[in-house]
């Protein structure tokens, strides 16, 4: 399948900082790219999708000006995490849709463990 | 997107098939059904997806009843590798609507 990447794997940061997480999409384009956050034995929940060249939609009960996003090429969307404090702690993950795969299957990062102390 | 229902653990030897089975009484006519994993700390993986023929795929089989109101995943030759979360998910397959939902999935535990 194809290959979504995500940078850094892992962050600690301290409170109130913060910190900005890449998703690319390595051997395919997408104008469509999602961000999931993940808590501890929980499901993925959806935050907002990322469409190239335009602002993000976000889920209903998310913060837009906390997680800004950005999707300024068609291989790379950014998700900052503004002032974070403890409780944004998570797994952040990523998801980019291949057009021209079939029925654009939507493909998964590995993840971004983010701990603000 | 229709909702879907898991039971929410299992149990397989290995070396056996595991058969996963879901329920999505809701689905539409347009509406997909897709099967995604997601081993410990990792991202979701894709496994396979189908409107309502079978389909089968290097990693599995994916088994659409004729009113297509559930489906089953079938992993022939389970190891312990496969241990992890499975969720059914149905969408359309294009256009902005068409969102990946997670639902709670099955924890499938691979035993020696």
């Known amino acids: 399948g194809a290959v979504v990447s995500q940078h850094p794997s892992r962050v600690i940061c301290k409170s109130g900082t913060s910190v900005k997480i890449e998703c690319r999409s390595l051997?395919?384009?997408?104008?469509?790219m999602f961000w999931y956050r993940q808590f501890p034995k929980q499901s993925l929940m959806l935050m907002a999708t990322s469409n190239e060249g335009s602002k993000a939609t976000y889920e209903q009960g998310v913060e837009k000006d906390k997680f800004l996003i950005n999707h300024a090429s068609l291989t790379l969307s950014t998700l900052t995490v503004t002032s974070a404090h403890p409780e944004d702690s998570s797994f952040y993950i990523c998801?980019?849709?291949?057009?021209?795969?079939?029925?654009?299957?939507?493909?998964f990062g590995p993840g971004t463990r983010l701990l603000v102390l | 997107d229709a909702k879907t229902t898991q039971p929410t653990s299992m149990d397989c030897a290995e070396g056996r098939a595991a058969n996963l089975p879901c329920n999505h009484s809701t689905i539409s006519g347009n509406e997909y059904v897709y099967w995604y994993r997601q081993i410990h700390s990792q991202g979701p993986q894709y496994i396979i997806h189908g409107l309502k023929n079978n389909e089968t795929n290097e990693m599995a089989s994916l088994i659409i009843t004729e009113d297509r109101k559930s489906s089953t995943l079938i992993l022939p030759h389970a190891t312990l590798r496969d241990t992890a979360v499975y969720y059914c998910i149905v969408r359309v397959a294009r256009g902005t609507a068409s969102k990946l939902t997670f639902g709670t999935g099955t924890r499938l535990q691979v035993t020696l």
């Open positions: 998801s980019a849709r291949d057009l021209l795969a079939y029925q654009e299957t939507q493909y």
């Open positions: 051997d395919f384009q997408a104008t469509t």
